[in-house]
C-alpha cells in the first residue's frame, strides 16, 4: 500500500510547480514568506502603503521568473534578492540622496519593548538603537537586517544584493562600527 507523505513541499518544489502555473503552489510561497519579505521592504523603505505594493509586484515578479530559476542560490536568496531591487528601486524614485524618514512602525517597536517594569535607561538604550539604525544608508541597514533578522550567511546576502562577498563584510563591518560609535556617544552624554 502506498503512503501518501502530508510533509510539506520544498521551497523548490513550490517554484517548480508555481513554474508550471500551479496557483496552489504559489500560494503556500507567498504564505511563507510573505510576512518576512513585507518586513524586509518595510524596514528598507519605511513607508508601509508603498511596502504592501511591492510586496505584491516581488510576488508577481516570482510569478512571472518562477521558470527562469536556475538553483544557483536557494528559493529564499532568490526571493529576497527580488524584494531587495524592487526596493533599492523605490527608494531610487521617491528618495533620491535622502534616508527614509520615521514611520509607525519605529513607534509600535518603541511603544512594545519596554514594560512599565523596565527602566528609563533600558527605554533610552533601545530609542538610541533604532535612531542608529535608522541613520544608516539603506545598503548598510539591508545588509544588517538581512544578517540579524532574517539568518542569511555572508554568501547568501552577497546573491541577494549582486555584490562581492567582500562588500557584505565591508558594509557590516561599517554598520556596526557606526552603530557602537553611535550608541557610545550617546552614552557618554
Same mark, same amino acid.
Given at each position: ?35 518576512? !519579505? ?7 523603505? *519605511?513607508?508601509? !502603503? ?5 510586496l505584491q509586484d516581488v510576488f508577481f515578479a516570482i510569478w512571472q521568473g518562477a521558470a527562469d530559476f536556475r538553483?544557483?542560490?536557494? !528559493? ?7 524584494? *531587495? ?13 535622502? *534616508? ?43 545588509? !544588517?537586517?538581512?544578517?540579524?533578522? *532574517? ?30 560609535a553611535s550608541l557610545e556617544n550617546d552614552e557618554s552624554k
Amino acid at each position: 500500500m502506498m503512503q501518501v507523505s502530508n510533509a510539506p513541499l520544498l521551497d523548490q518544489e513550490l517554484l517548480q510547480k508555481t513554474a508550471g502555473r500551479d496557483e496552489k503552489a504559489f500560494k503556500q510561497l507567498y504564505q511563507r514568506y510573505q510576512q518576512a !519579505v513585507f518586513n524586509y521592504i518595510l524596514r528598507l523603505i *519605511h513607508d508601509e !502603503v508603498a511596502a504592501e505594493e511591492l510586496l505584491q509586484d516581488v510576488f508577481f515578479a516570482i510569478w512571472q521568473g518562477a521558470a527562469d530559476f536556475r538553483s544557483q542560490a536557494s !528559493v529564499k536568496t532568490w526571493i529576497f534578492r527580488i524584494a *531587495h531591487f524592487q526596493a533599492v528601486s523605490w527608494l531610487r524614485k521617491n528618495l533620491p540622496g535622502k *534616508h527614509a524618514q520615521k514611520t509607525e512602525l519605529d513607534d509600535e517597536l518603541l511603544a512594545t519593548e519596554p514594560s512599565p517594569e523596565e527602566t528609563l535607561i533600558e527605554k533610552r538604550k533601545i530609542e538610541r538603537m533604532l535612531i542608529a539604525l535608522e541613520n544608516l544608508s539603506p545598503s548598510h541597514r539591508s545588509v !544588517v537586517e538581512l544578517t540579524f533578522v *532574517h539568518g542569511f550567511s555572508q554568501n547568501e546576502i552577497a546573491e541577494i544584493l549582486k555584490c562581492p562577498a567582500g562588500t557584505v563584510k565591508s558594509r557590516m563591518s561599517s554598520a556596526l562600527k557606526y552603530l557602537a560609535a553611535s550608541l557610545e556617544n550617546d552614552e557618554s552624554k
